[in-house]
């Protein structure tokens, strides 16, 4: 941050074609107190991030929450001024100088990525999880734990991270 310290941060990105306020928007660590961090007056430029720092430490500035987000994994949210929920992830746990984030910006799931500091998400850190082969017709050519010849899917893990499939549909 601007004192020097690495602490953590959550991007907010604008996907809209033009400028948003974001004056009386929260982001919580805590959707049971979810005004834990107000934003103020700060109007983001369409296709932009602006970074608030998750460092318990207030006092350092209008963009530093009075939280801290775990390594271990959590929850953050991004309500409007009625603390409705325009954004939430819960996430599992990251290690030390990667960041979770969507790819490309805005869009789809969240991934585990290289950190982009305010800039555009341009670079994940896992290839992803495919399909990497898959045989539809299996009369002969790979049997099954049972002696069976099955149809099967192979997936791939391409990233240097193990993948918690748990919630994934195929």
């Known amino acids: 941050d ?3 310290e690495n602490d953590d941060w959550v991007e907010i990105y604008n996907a809209s074609d033009e400028a948003i306020n974001l ?3 929260f982001l919580s660590d805590n959707n049971g107190n979810k005004t834990k961090f107000t934003f103020p007056d700060f109007e983001l430029a369409a ?3 602006v970074t608030i720092w ?3 430490q207030p006092e350092q500035g209008a963009f530093h929450a009075a939280f801290r987000l775990s390594g271990s994994g959590e929850e953050v949210g991004l309500y409007n001024t009625d603390t409705i ?3 939430y992830v819960r996430f599992g746990a990251v290690p030390d100088d990667i960041a979770v984030g969507r790819f490309p910006n805005g869009q789809g799931p969240f991934n585990i990525l290289i950190p982009t500091f305010n800039g555009l ?3 994940s850190v896992q290839p992803g999880l495919v399909i990497n082969e898959y045989q539809s017709s299996n009369e002969s050519t790979v049997q099954d734990q049972w002696g069976g010849f099955e149809d099967w899917i192979e997936l ?7 993948i918690d499939l748990e919630g994934y549909f195929l």
């Open 47 to 49: 296709n932009d991030v």
């Open 2 to 4: 601007e004192f020097g």
């Open 121 to 123: 998400n341009a670079n």
């Open 85 to 87: 929920s325009l954004d």
């Open 23 to 25: 004056e009386g928007l």
């Open 156 to 162: 791939y893990n391409g990233g240097n991270n193990p």
């Open 54 to 56: 998750c460092d318990d």
